[in-house]
């Protein structure tokens, strides 16, 4: 088995890939991956300084990509994002659905009560990571349906799979992510073509901005009560680093995937496998 043969397995040269939330640390992470696989990348992002963080890095890697502002939650910036996407690439191959997050006021705790939570934080967490996934997949995906062919790659989580305490909201809407997931994977391969795939990785445990003020404390930095238990249940004994999905995401958006659709795929550290004894 030839190195090269190896490469056009798991590259992605000459693929446009489109990643929304890709300011952030997980889906920027991601995005400078693609790049470095081959794939041109518009990284798009309610925020354009983070996007264009994350683009600055590519371009300084020898990639190529583009920043674009786009708010996942409203179809006209998503369909102006792809407007801007295919203007610059002409095509979309690969979609990475990373926008998505917590908040504290639908988060239970000493301070409020799960018959206190507020039903608009409660809508808020569902509809950034549950509608953030079905619009952008709306828009991109028609363009990957006329095509005939590409990827969709959804973000779920270890919500999806064992709901988590404190947040109902985030783990509900995770778990409405999954089961999009599997059902678009058999709506686009029925009702377009077979060659678009649609699969979803689920994130263990991994430090980010949306989770840091659960599992660590705000002045020291230690770990909190709940941050020491998720240790305690992984058997790998630590939070995940960012690249350590890399290798995943690039399985599942390569040709070296082209039989696998309608999966979430745990990356975990093996905590969906332990019971805890």
């Known amino acids: 088995m030839s190195e090269e043969y190896i490469r056009n397995l798991f590259g992605l040269a000459g693929k446009v890939a489109v990643v929304t939330g890709g300011g952030g640390v997980l889906c920027g992470a991601m995005g400078r991956a693609l790049a470095r696989a081959g794939a041109k990348v518009a990284v798009l992002d ?34 102006a994002a792809r407007d801007t996407v295919i203007g610059n690439y002409g095509r979309v191959d690969i979609l990475i659905n990373g926008a998505g997050g917590n908040k504290k006021q639908a988060t239970t705790g000493p301070e409020l009560s799960f018959f206190d939570l507020p039903a608009d934080a409660a809508q808020w967490v569902f509809n950034l990571n549950f509608m953030g996934t079905l619009l952008p997949c709306q828009v991109f995906g028609r363009v990957i349906a006329e095509q005939g062919e590409g990827v969709i790659l959804n973000i779920s989580s270890m919500n999806a799979f064992r709901p ?89 958006l390569s040709p070296a995937s082209a039989f696998v659709s309608g999966i979430i795929v745990p990356v975990d550290g093996g905590f969906s496998a332990f019971s805890g004894v």
């Open 164 to 252: 988590l305490t404190k947040i109902p909201a985030y783990s509900g809407a995770k778990a409405a992510v999954s089961n999009f997931t599997q059902w678009l994977a058999v709506h686009m391969a029925q009702e377009y073509a077979p060659h678009i795939r649609v699969n979803a990785v689920a994130p263990g445990f991994f430090l980010t901005e949306q989770n840091r003020f659960l599992l660590t404390d705000e002045t020291t930095g230690a770990l909190t009560p709940r941050g020491q238990t998720i240790i305690e249940h992984t058997p790998m004994g630590r939070f995940g680093d960012p690249e350590d999905l890399l290798g995943t995401v690039l399985w599942l």
């Open 46 to 79: 309610l925020f354009p300084e983070a996007a264009q963080k994350v683009v600055d890095d590519i371009q300084s890697d020898g990639g190529e990509a583009l920043a674009v502002k786009c708010d996942v939650l409203d179809k006209a910036s998503i369909e």
